[in-house]
DNA sequence: CCAAAAGTGTTCATCGTACACCCATGT
DNA sequence: ACATGGGTGTACGATGAACACTTTTGG
């Protein structure tokens, strides 16, 4: 490639990656962070991060960054902002863009999460992180919030098959607050986007509750009409 | 500042800015885009950018660029998005952090803006611009109609005192649809945010319209009982 | 037969939307 | 007196929120 641009300040470009998963058991949604191994600010709580290289574009170090703690390819992402203080890591100059993953909790490698020394916390307990990665965790959940009201980006969070309590759980455990379930599920239902499936759940009580599918195909369809997910 | 992390590749970080002006009398929104000085791609329409230095944080970055070029200070600002692919400048490999702003389009100075070779061009008529400005630009346009319906950020186009009909104009500007008056009317003047001065606006009309101010102490206290704007 | 979670309808208040006429004033 | 934009009220339908009982079935 010709090289314009002589003379400019080269900076380091980091991705910090703020990972969720969620605990159908246990109706609460959490992180996944890691005790830093190196210095500055060894020891520390921390989100799991890199930087980016010459070749390869910002979205793709991102995506490297999950797939190295947590085996997992194709995870929904999303770029949340770019932090370019000048000193907000002391060991550089280093401009991070942060972005956030939703991965269905049981599906991650835990060889390699306990290879990096990372662990699940939930959001409601998180120590103290390093730099301002917890600033970035916050604007994370707000963003998330958001985007869960507005798109069916929940959905990527529980497994194909999933019935409407569980979904109720994990939008529950995004909000902090309780719904109301005849109203969840008719407003959910109304949409027109779940397929029911004879086959019902028969763990979490007696009478059992009916799979459901999300059908992304007619998602699309009604996307393209001007209709839009608001829950 | 002590330098850990040696051995990382370190890149060119830009600033690009989407400068929105709003032409009170012509019922538009327009973009402040400038013809490329050099290579490459020199002749080509362009959003204003920079280089992010050393000492500088991006968000100090991005106002000096928009100073730069309109010579104005304590603009409303916003970071974007960052847009990292590896060619998307054949200039270098950059990545670049995108700002919209909004500004009132007589404030602007006239003598800078000229030696820039810039220009003043309703959203709805742009050219096409270099590399993924275009882009930058539709992902603005976008994400300033969220904002508008969702915080008063509108008013940063108007002047102090407003009428109503000049702020339902913006809104329409911003939204290209027509909104009808009376709705508009109660609906605004119902979150008690404005205002209403003795003085009368007498150039568009006979009759005269009443001025508005916004009031911002107002909006930061509901804010904490956690009122939420909406349009 | 009982505990535990799934599933189901209705009422009411609120809000958004559609819609048409009078007012004030400068020329 | 008339043209121009400013200003006002009401009725209707849609939507969101509150609320309690029946069903199923494993133990």
Redesign the interface.
């Known amino acids: 490639?010709?090289?314009?641009?002589q003379n400019?300040?080269?900076?380091?470009?980091a991705v910090d990656s703020i990972i969720f998963g969620f605990d159908e058991g246990q109706h609460e949604l959490k992180l996944l962070i890691l005790k830093r191994r190196?210095?500055?600010a060894k020891g520390g709580w921390s989100l799991m991060g890199g930087?980016?290289?010459?070749?390869?574009?910002?979205?793709d170090?991102a995506k490297r960054i999950v797939f190295q703690l947590t085996g997992l390819q194709d995870v929904y992402m999303e770029?949340l902002?770019?932090f370019?203080?000048?000193?907000r890591d002391?060991?550089?100059?280093?401009?991070s863009?942060a972005y956030y993953s939703l991965i269905k909790i049981n599906d991650y490698d835990r060889e390699l999460v306990k290879e990096h020394g990372a662990s699940w916390i939930p959001v409601s307990e998180l120590p103290d992180l390093i730099f301002d990665h917890s600033v970035m965790v916050e604007k994370a959940i707000r963003k998330l919030r958001i985007r869960a009201r507005t798109q069916p980006i929940g959905f990527e969070l529980l497994p194909e098959k999933f019935t409407i309590p569980q979904l109720q759980g994990l939008y529950e455990a995004i909000y902090q607050v309780p719904f109301d379930k005849r109203n969840f599920r008719r407003k959910i239902l109304s949409m027109g986007l779940l397929e029911k499936l004879d086959e019902k759940e028969k763990e979490s009580s007696r009478k059992g509750a009916f799979y459901y599918r999300f059908n992304k195909r007619k998602y699309k369809e009604l996307l393209k009409r001007g209709f839009n997910f608001e829950l």
Chains 1, 2 share one sequence.
């Not at 400019?8 to 470009?13: A, F, G, S, T």
């Open positions: 490639m010709m090289e314009y641009y400019q300040d080269k900076l380091l470009v190196f210095e500055p930087f980016v290289n010459k070749n390869e574009s910002v979205d170090a770029q902002f770019t370019g203080d000048v000193t002391p060991g550089g100059r280093i401009v863009v």
